[in-house]
């Protein structure tokens, strides 16, 4: 079995499209498709279910899905090991801090490419044009990216919570409704300050603000708290840490979620992208 093999696997599955998965590699698709059933021969089961609408992971994918990144992190340290040194990779994030990039951090200090990360703060639009002038090695981004001067890789899904005022009818409730919410109560920031998200808490949302955004997420959350029917949705990780005394936070029932991506530059080498998104993971 070779390693290479194992590459082309998760590329397919990072992106559940052949074509796609053949652009990232700098292949032609045949060649993507024949390593994906050499495979399949090796280990003798079906790691995709493939139709001309669709590729998903089978069950056997999924597992294998979960062994061959871990495979791909043990052939990296081993370079690393044997000389590669350990270098400063600068991250492009919104201002949240989560569990998850806190977990990250950690994995990719001690992970497959040790690294010693450094964390720049800065606005969506300005964490992907520094990706591409190659100011950042990776960035952050909550919400669809149009792969067009970048690599896109969605790496981890989000649920969202309802943020309301303390006083509001659902602030005490284990989860809400999306119809026990007033549509004319929903918030959202504007589309400027951070688009992907923007656009993501729209698509997961069948209705849209009733009046127009209110500015930056800190205008946002100040007409929450001073309006018992208002509310808005908002990624669930570090949602308890980051809000005031005067909001609560409600998970959905049934739950909705958001996708969050790591963007690197094209150039970035495809051992990189697979730790880095390893890293940032479920």
Known sequence: MELRALHHFVTVAEELQFGRAAARLNIVQSAVSQQIARLERELGVRLLDRSSRHVRLTPAGERVLVAARDTLASAARVRVVAGEPAAVLRIGTAPWGTRRLDRALDRLREGE????????????????AAVHDGALDLALVRGAVAPTTARVVRTWSEP???????DHPAADAPAVALRRLDPRGLRLPARESDQPLHDALLAALPLAPHRPPSGDLSNVLFEVGRDPDAWTPRPADGLAAALPARLRHVPFD????????????LATPEPCVASYAAAFAD
């Open 113 to 128: 490419r040790p690294a010693e990360p450094r964390l720049v703060d800065l606005p969506e639009a300005d964490r992907l």
């Open 160 to 166: 969202l919570h309802a943020v309301v005022a303390r």
């Open 254 to 265: 049934p739950p909705l979620s958001v996708d969050g991506h790591v963007v690197t530059s």
